[in-house]
């Protein structure tokens, strides 16, 4: 679905890579990392790729690649293994999978080493001395300063599972209906969060009955995460997200979305 | 040293120096200290013309003792190589209400990776990370070199003779680490595993990038760096 009448661009640069969406989806399924399923994870990695298009996320290429990668892995694993053997050398090699399961697991230990770093730095936060500390301030963002708590891939997850619930029974007398902007959709996130304090997600999208409108919304969501005026928490590893506004919100971006 | 004919001890001495360095300050640097105080000031500060390692370290030892049996919030941890003085991290809470910093900004996941990769791997190229993270990092390793977490350590001999670059000293010091060889599992994760020369990698793709932009800014961040550093040495 194109979301041809685009009023307000959402610029969400995704600094997580395929890797990070692929190691994703092996955790939340469950999956052996040395026996992936490759169809399976090929299906599920090609839909996320699909909503972040369609949000219009700016994507790296290298999303595009592992795509291909993917397929070509997938393709290689329905020939018999006498006959794809013969490209490779390596008898290691004959699983198709072989290259990439290495980098995933490679990539997997450098990812439990930064969370110990992210552990060091929580405890050294604590710490005062009279020397000249770093501070990542405001004028030097380290890379997106607001979904540390939570993944794009899971935000994405709860987007997917809000279209599904919409699957066919989109109410046609809602695609006719009017139509939303992301500047009102802000607006009224924000003017939810005033009453209720947060929102799960899940209860964000429950009461939408178009594609439209929960596009709308999400680009929304991730628009106000991107100002740092809400955050997105997550209860306990594939639990509930919930959106609430972030301390140093106040600033009312509604009135500059509204022009 | 106005106070007529006080003279303090060798860890009073410690102490004074630990307080006021703007960086960790190792051993070797203490007694650096004590000669050249004998030297340019003579006086009482001859006194301490023969004072060896053993002495300073010793006296670093008592100064931590002090501090723990006073329980003033203070303490002295080893840091970089060196030692400094800092607070207790069970009285953060209020510092950071005093400091007006009750949101430490800390680094984001893709920093701490891409932190993660050169900690382990220097001297690393650019095109080294992005195979293991599988995604450019040119923005984010410009954010690190101005924070001056990383720094251009050379230039490899590969084709292009790509940057290399490898954690500075204010790496050791933000994380509250000693050494990088503190950090877990480093053995294991400092060499390739079995090296496979990236045939088809998204790395070879992306090393294909001219890096004058990021090198451009590299060499300016790394000056900064030596210059901070001449300042802690000097």
């Known amino acids: 679905m194109p979301l041809a009448e685009r009023d307000y661009q959402v610029r969400l640069e995704v600094f997580e890579g395929p890797l990070d969406l692929l190691l994703y989806l092996i955790r939340r399924e469950e999956l052996n990392i040395y026996d992936i399923p490759i169809e399976r994870i090929t299906a599920q990695y090609l839909d996320y790729l699909d909503m972040m298009q369609m949000l219009d996320l700016s994507i790296a290429g290298e999303f595009l690649v592992m795509a291909a990668t993917l397929m070509m892995i997938k393709s290689r694993m329905l020939l018999p293994p006498e006959k794809r053997a013969a490209t490779v050398e390596d008898e290691e090699e004959a699983d198709p999978r072989w290259d990439l399961v290495r980098r995933l697991v490679e990539y997997k230990k450098f990812k439990d080493a930064a969370r110990f770093l992210e552990q060091l730095e929580r405890r050294q936060s604590d710490v005062f001395t009279r020397h000249e500390v770093v501070e990542p301030g405001a004028e030097v963002p380290v890379g997106p300063p607001t979904l540390a708590d939570v993944s794009i891939f899971d935000l994405l997850g709860a987007f997917q599972a809000a279209l599904k619930r919409i699957g066919a029974h989109e109410d046609l007398r809602e695609i006719f209906a009017e139509r939303f902007t992301v500047g009102e959709k802000i607006d009224e996130l924000l003017e939810r969060l005033r009453e209720q304090g947060e929102v799960s997600v899940t209860r964000l999208f429950e009461r939408m009955r178009s594609r439209h409108e929960i596009v709308v919304t999400f680009l929304a969501m991730l628009e106000l995460i991107r100002l740092q005026q809400i955050e997105a928490v997550q209860r306990g590893t594939f639990g509930e997200i919930v959106i609430r506004p972030t301390a140093d919100a106040g600033v009312s971006v509604g009135a500059a979305s509204d022009e | ?234």
């Not at chain 2, 008592?62 to 400094?84: K, N």
């Open chain 2, 1 to 234: 040293m106005s106070e007529a004919g006080a003279i303090p001890e060798l860890k009073a001495i410690v102490g004074a120096v630990l307080f006021a360095s703007r960086a960790p300050v190792t051993v070797d640097r203490l007694v650096q200290v004590f000669h050249q105080a004998a030297e340019r000031i003579g006086g009482i500060a001859a006194g301490f013309a023969q004072v060896g390692r053993e002495e300073v370290a010793a006296a670093i030892e008592q100064v931590r003792a002090d501090l723990a049996a006073a329980g003033i919030g203070l303490r002295i941890a080893e840091v970089a190589h060196g030692y400094r003085l800092e607070s207790d991290p069970a009285c953060g809470p209020w510092v950071r209400v005093h400091l007006d910093r009750m949101r430490p900004q800390r680094l984001s996941p893709p920093a701490l990776e891409t932190l993660a990769i050169i900690a382990y791997r220097q001297p690393v190229t650019r095109a080294e990370i992005e195979a293991v993270r599988g995604v450019a990092v040119d923005q984010i390793l410009r954010n690190l070199l101005d924070l001056q977490l990383i720094r251009v350590t050379g230039r490899s001999d590969l084709p292009g003779r790509p940057w290399l670059f490898g954690t500075t000293q204010r790496f050791l010091e933000h994380f509250g680490l000693n050494r990088i060889e503190d950090l877990p599992g480093v053995d294991e994760l400092r060499r390739r595993e079995a090296q496979v020369a990236a045939p088809d990698g998204c790395g070879a793709g992306l090393a294909e990038k001219p890096p004058a932009e990021v090198a451009a800014l590299a060499a300016g961040s790394a000056a900064e760096t030596r210059e901070a550093m001449g300042h802690d040495a000097g």
